[in-house]
């Protein structure tokens, strides 16, 4: 069983940055790959970004791509999401999500979720 607490969220103006993180414990031996999905009212949860925990692996969202950074310390168990250039559009409660598999995790079909953290950005 794997717990994921994430932090960073806030209020932030367009084209700022943010930084997102998340902390994993309990059994992290078993994660494989991490990520962020974000979730704003009315709209589908959607992948944002995911990383190996093993190689470093990463993977984004088109909709984030070359704005949006993620990145893990292995020691600390805890994955990072850099956010910058940030739009309205990225308005969103953001979670962190752990998974055996990438495939899993881009399909959302993960072994623990973060209670999430709210990003909000003004225009």
């Known amino acids: 069983q794997v717990q994921l607490v994430e932090s960073g969220g806030g209020l932030v103006q367009a084209g700022g940055s943010l930084r997102l993180s998340c902390a994993a414990s309990?059994?992290?031996?078993?994660?494989?790959?991490m990520g962020w999905f974000r979730q704003a009212p009315g709209k589908e949860r959607e992948f944002v970004a995911g990383?190996?925990?093993?190689?470093?692996?990463?993977f984004y969202a088109d909709s984030v791509l070359g704005r949006f950074t993620i990145s893990r310390h292995n020691a600390k168990n805890t994955v990072y999401l850099q956010m910058t250039s940030l739009k309205a559009e990225d308005t969103a409660v953001y979670s962190c999500?752990?998974?055996?598999?990438?495939?899993?995790?881009?399909?959302?079909?993960?072994?623990?979720w973060g209670q999430g953290t709210q990003v909000t950005v003004s225009s």
């Open positions: 999500a752990a998974a055996s598999r990438v495939t899993k995790l881009r399909a959302g079909d993960n072994d623990a």
């Open positions: 990383i190996t925990w093993t190689g470093g692996t990463t």
């Open positions: 309990g059994r992290t031996f078993s994660m494989y790959a």
